[in-house]
């Protein structure tokens, strides 16, 4: 019997292997499974057509090279929907004018089941982070619809701006610095200002520890930590780390402040006032911290990388941002003259309301710089997107791109040109705050903040993009869409070179 003797043999070699082995047999035999059962399946005559290649081999380039891999997979089918297989989650893409429409408007599709899945950048933490119940979901969202009230709002302006200028005192009076970091940190301080506590947020210490605590929690999502949560990698064990210490901070800084008994006016304060649950509080500022830092950063890092590299547009803002200094001028001069003592002063409706070129500005710099691929997970009935049905419990998922780089909507689709006309007649022709069921709900806050925060730096700095070489570049460079969080272009091939000016900051 020398096969029973070889099978034998093998047993007992695996069963006193060291877990590592056995563990790792596990996943490959789970994997081998998999895959034979899916050689099984009958393709529907109505399923989108299937990618060509094995399933596994979706896996890397669709977490590291996102936006390359599914323009090839339009290429590659030959079709405007397309599916594939991220182990065994089924994933739909769409594109096109009808299968954005539907795909915006349709109840079933859910964003925060399909980000889980396919992104998982978020701290998770079930029932605080993920798996939110409707109700404290939408607790969380009407708290982030009284953060953006006038009265709230207008009470933020002043404590971003000194923010931003306690940051802009540092830069010094010159040099260069790469805006990918330096602005995307000025960015998460004025976030944690607006969504947190004074705790935090007067501590530069704790905020910046948040902060690669955040970042450790982008850049260890890999496709093992999104698809197998449940797999002890080193890379999940490192998120669980960061997830907690960023739990330990929030909940040691509402600790402080129900302990002093001494209210403040900030968000944490009107949080405790509607006495939500203490996971809510925690939720909404982990949740929130994050989504609104990285979309607000991305944008300001590159509103003022475009702004360095297109002069004229420069003028024209730096100008807006002048008239409205004179429009609202002082009745009584700041204290030492500072400039953002004054733009403090300005009401939040003209902000709001007077600031057409920053408006389009900003509206540019998310068509081309914004990498998002809207996710989405159906949880049913099935429905049908471009006559291909998309059953319950598959994955949606529509490129931005499609329509922010289509060339029949916008012609010559990678120039920054902020003088576009506004399209209003295609279909969601414009999704920089997301459309149909699913809008950015700070989207108030997130204009603020960019306006606040470019404004005092057009004010008080003299600036231009260059490259390594410390070449001045009259074109931007152009975003790198596979970089899914910042589209940022390759690491030190674009500074921003400044000088202060006289301007008291
Ligand atoms: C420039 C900054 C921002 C941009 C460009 C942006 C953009 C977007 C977009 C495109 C969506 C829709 C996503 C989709 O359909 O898949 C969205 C959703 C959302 N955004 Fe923002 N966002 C920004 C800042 C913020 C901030 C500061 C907050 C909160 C403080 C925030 C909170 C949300 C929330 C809660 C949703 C989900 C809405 C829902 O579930 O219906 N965003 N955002």
């Known amino acids: 019997m020398p096969y029973a003797v070889g099978l034998q043999a093998a047993a007992s070699a695996l069963l006193h292997a060291g877990f590592p082995t056995q563990f790792t047999l596990a996943i490959v035999i789970f994997l081998l499974i998999m895959h034979v059962i899916s050689c099984f399946e009958q393709e529907q005559p109505d399923a989108p057509k299937t990618l060509p290649g094995h399933s596994l081999s979706a896996i890397h380039p669709f977490f590291r090279r996102r936006f390359d891999f599914l ?66 979901r939408n607790i969380i969202y009407k708290r982030l619809a009284t953060v953006q009230r006038n009265t ?16 802009m005192e540092g830069w010094g009076s010159g040099g260069s610095f790469d805006p990918f970091e330096k602005v995307y940190e000025l960015i998460f301080q004025t976030t944690v200002r607006s969504l947190t506590c004074s705790e935090i947020a007067d ?97 300001a890092s590159w509103l003022i990388t475009f702004l360095g590299a297109n002069p004229e547009w420069r003028a024209k803002a730096l100008l807006e941002v002048q008239t409205l200094l004179s429009n609202y001028p002082l009745s009584q001069p700041t204290p030492n003259g500072s400039t953002s003592a004054h733009l403090a002063t300005i009401p939040l409706e003209a902000w709001e309301a007077e600031m057409p070129v920053l408006d389009s500005l900003i509206r540019e710099t998310l068509r081309i710089a914004q990498p998002h691929s809207a996710m989405r997970r159906n949880l049913g009935p099935d429905l049908y997107i471009e006559n291909k049905r998309v059953p319950t419990g598959s994955y949606v998922i529509y490129p931005f791109s499609d329509v922010h780089l289509d060339p029949e909507l916008y012609p ?47 004010l008080g700095f003299q600036h231009h993009i260059v490259d390594i070489n410390g070449k001045v570049a009259d074109v931007a460079p152009k975003p790198d869409w596979n970089d899914i969080h910042m589209c940022r272009p390759a690491k030190g091939s674009c500074y921003v070179k400044y000088e202060k000016l006289e301007t008291q900051l």
């Open 203 to 299: 501590d530069p210490a704790i905020v910046a520890r948040l902060k690669v605590l955040y970042d450790k929690l982008d850049h260890g999502t890999t496709p093992a930590t999104v698809l197998l949560p449940w797999l002890p990698t080193p890379a999940m064990l490192k998120k669980l780390w960061a997830t907690k210490q960023i739990y330990d901070i929030v909940a040691h800084a509402i600790a402080t402040r129900e302990q002093s008994g001494v209210p403040q006016n900030d968000t944490l304060q009107m949080l405790l006032d509607s006495k939500d649950d203490k996971l809510i509080i925690v939720g909404f500022i982990m949740g929130l911290l994050i989504a609104g830092a990285r979309a607000t950063g991305t944008t």
């Open 71 to 136: 323009n090839w997979g339009f290429h590659a089918t030959g079709q405007s929907v397309f599916q594939f297989h991220l182990l065994r989650n089924q994933v739909i893409v769409v594109s096109g004018e009808r299968a954005r429409e539907t795909f915006f408007a349709a109840r079933g599709l859910d964003l925060e089941q399909g980000f889980k899945i396919l992104s998982g950048a978020l701290p998770t933490l079930k029932g605080v982070t993920s798996d939110l119940q409707n109700k404290a």
């Open 412 to 458: 010559d689709p990678w120039k920054f040109d902020p003088s576009r006309p506004v399209d209003t007649k295609t279909p969601f022709g414009y999704v920089g705050w997301g459309g149909g069921k699913t809008t950015c709900l700070g989207t108030r806050l997130a204009k603020l903040e960019l306006k606040m925060v470019s404004s005092l730096f057009l």
């Open 152 to 167: 709230s709002l207008s009470d933020l302006i002043p404590a971003i701006l000194e923010d931003s200028r306690r940051i």
